[in-house]
């Protein structure tokens, strides 16, 4: 998609470097997304949009009220008549009427400024939620070629550049809309100096903003791609902070920092800059115009072609015309970078997603994504059948050399499998390409009989047959239990299973499968991490295990007792077992050699692993 033609696509030498830069006007397919994320409340949003009329137009009106009640106060043969239904109305009648006006707009516009900041926030997080649920499902080399700090940007800074307009300001943008149009209405029955004056003072604002809004909205899209960098060099700096602090590259990272964190200042202050210059330039507009028009009423009224009333109303109306588009303009440019922020989480919602995902039903904003409504294979996975890799070749980016190239074997159900082989021969590829991570190349894997080259196999419901233990135990902030199953009614498995892997100690915590879980599990020790993914694993019955180096950050004894784990309660499961110590191999059915992204050997465990040690004996 082509979004406000993109001096936007870098190269892709550069992708890490830089940023999506929008230009121009803001594409269609924007507006669509935001309307589509407020479809829901329709109905709702045109009721309350009448109702916020008639407030504004009680408080509008307030003006032309003041104005005849001065016309009726005339006495001479200039006067303006009175309608007869107005000739018998006192000065008590038109006050009456005017706090009746007043408390009415006051009551009617709270009630419309909490339902349309309710409803615009239920849309905010419609459009959040959407985009969340495609980026979950980008292929992986989005995640491998864009910087963490980045991609969070869309979700805090743009998201709360939305979500910031969507509330309150939403409501006073639509409420000075109304007080704009009105203004126009009422002093187009003012008389013959009334909507002229209007139309001349709207015509000066709107060149006015005319005139800045491209400078305005291009320093507002400088400050939101130079926000990106700064915060995911932040990200970085978070996470290596170790490795920082031992190696003494403070200075270095701060350095950057700096440079990166200057330059989204300049940035800001060029839209400062930009802002209060058209702030200054509506604020000259509004006393030039109330002194010219000022002067010409009293002119024309000592000519006797306007009333006394007439130039009350018009001076008001303008006044307050004046003032709203003032305001008015200054809400558009908050819209406007409402609609960057917009304008870049679209960019993520239209971005492709995996080729077999597929996206939830149902969804609330259309995008040509596939849905889990659309055709997939009616073929159920056969457990009673294992791995099948045939000719497989896999690079993880197009303009990437092959990771794995002509990578075959077969690993009946209920067997296991070792892979070895030195660093980069491709064992972690292999394994990314079994959950299907990257599109394959050429080949094909199977899993209990399902095939990832098939294009109406959804690779969610596939990879639901693999359970993964990782390297690094990966937990999450939360409970111990929605570490392990989000299931409730899974307890009394869960709590058999913690004491059977040697983490009963953690259930006498205070809270027991309720104690909390903190970033990363840094609560709990590497081999109780370890443990508690294993069990993850077990509890999700899947009837292949894929372990990648699950035991080489543990000690020994935690390396025991995962290993005694793995044989009672996984052996009836098909396991394959990337290996770091060798030791790890020795329940293993099978070995993969692994070199170079090729298969060098394939084979009983024996066999293979005598080759393997001769060759890189030491």
């Known amino acids: 998609m082509n979004h406000s033609s993109p001096a936007a696509k870098p190269a892709k030498a550069d992708f890490l470097e830089k940023e999506v830069h929008f230009q121009g006007r803001y594409e269609s397919q924007v507006w669509k997304s935001l309307a589509q994320a407020y479809a829901s409340w329709r109905v709702q949003m045109i009721l309350i949009l009448a109702l916020g009329l008639v407030a504004r137009s009680c408080l509008v009106g307030s003006a032309n009220v003041v104005g005849v009640w001065v016309d009726s106060q005339c006495q001479g043969p200039h006067c303006r008549p009175m309608p007869a239904w107005l000739q018998n109305w006192t000065a008590f009648d038109f006050a009456r009427l005017l706090v009746g006006m007043v408390c009415t707009a006051l009551l009617l516009n709270l009630t419309f400024r909490i339902a349309i900041a309710r409803i615009g926030t239920r849309a905010a997080a419609v459009l959040h939620d959407e985009v969340t649920v495609r980026v979950s499902r980008f292929p ?15 979700f805090s800074s743009d998201f709360e550049s939305v979500l910031r307009m969507t509330g309150g300001p939403m409501g006073e943008f639509i409420s000075l809309s109304f007080d704009a149009l009105l203004s126009l209405l009422f002093m187009a029955f003012t008389g013959v100096f009334g909507l002229p004056s209007a139309l001349l003072v709207g015509a000066i604002y709107v060149a006015i903003y005319f005139r800045n ?10 400050v939101s791609a130079a926000r990106g960098p700064a915060i995911a060099h932040f990200a970085e700096t978070a996470q290596g902070f170790r490795s920082v602090k031992v190696y003494g590259r403070q200075a270095l990272f701060t350095h950057r920092f700096n440079a990166l964190s200057w330059n989204l200042q300049r940035a800001r202050m060029a839209q400062q800059r930009k802002t209060a210059k ?13 002194l010219v028009l000022g002067t010409l009423g009293i002119y024309l009224q000592g000519k006797a072609y306007v009333s006394v009333g007439e130039i009350v109303v018009v001076l008001t109306q303008v006044w307050l015309l004046s003032t709203t588009l003032q305001q008015y303009f200054e809400y558009v440019l ?16 239209h971005r492709p997603i995996e080729p077999q995902s597929a996206l939830p039903v149902p969804r609330l904003i259309n995008t040509p994504h596939r849905t889990q409504m659309q055709k997939f294979a009616i073929k159920q996975p056969d457990p009673r059948l294992g791995i099948e890799v045939e000719n497989l070749s896999l690079r993880y980016h197009s303009d990437k050399p092959l990771v794995l190239s002509n990578v075959s074997f077969s690993l009946p159900a209920g067997e296991s499998l070792g892979i070895v082989g030195r660093t980069g021969s491709g064992k972690s590829s292999l394994v990314q ?13 199977s899993i209990c009989g399902l095939s990832l080259s098939q294009a109406d196999i959804e690779v969610e419901k596939l990879r639901q047959l693999l359970a993964y233990i990782p390297q690094e135990p990966t937990l999450f902030r939360g409970s111990l239990r929605d570490n392990l199953s989000l299931r409730t009614d899974q307890d009394p498995q869960l709590i058999a299973l913690l004491q059977r892997v040697g983490l009963g100690v953690l259930l006498s915590r205070e809270g027991g499968l309720n104690q909390p879980v903190h970033e990363r599990g840094a609560n ?30 543990v000690d020994p004894a935690s390396e025991e007792r995962l290993e005694w784990a793995i044989g009672e309660l996984l052996k009836d499961r098909t396991r394959v077992i990337v290996a770091h110590r060798l030791s790890t191999l020795r329940a293993c059915d099978w070995v993969l050699w692994m070199s170079e992204g090729r298969v060098k050997m394939f084979g009983r465990r024996d066999a293979v692993l005598n080759s393997y040690l001769a060759e890189n004996a030491f």
């Open 524 to 553: 709990f020790s590497a081999g109780q991490k370890q443990l508690i993914c294993l069990a993850r694993a077990v509890i999700q019955d899947a009837p292949v295990i894929v372990m990648d180096e699950a035991t080489s950050a």
């Open 278 to 290: 058209f702030s200054i330039q509506m604020s000259i507009a509004t006393a030039a115009s109330l």
């Open 334 to 349: 908050q819209l406007e970078e409402a609609l960057t922020g917009a304008e870049r989480l679209d960019d993520y919602l």
């Open 213 to 222: 809004r491209m400078d305005i909205r291009t320093a507002r899209r400088h």
């Open 433 to 445: 390409a079994l959950f299907g991570l990257y599109p394959i190349e050429e080949g094909n894997v």
């Open 140 to 154: 992986m080399n989005f995640f491998d070629r864009t910087p963490v700090g980045r991609a969070l940007t869309r």
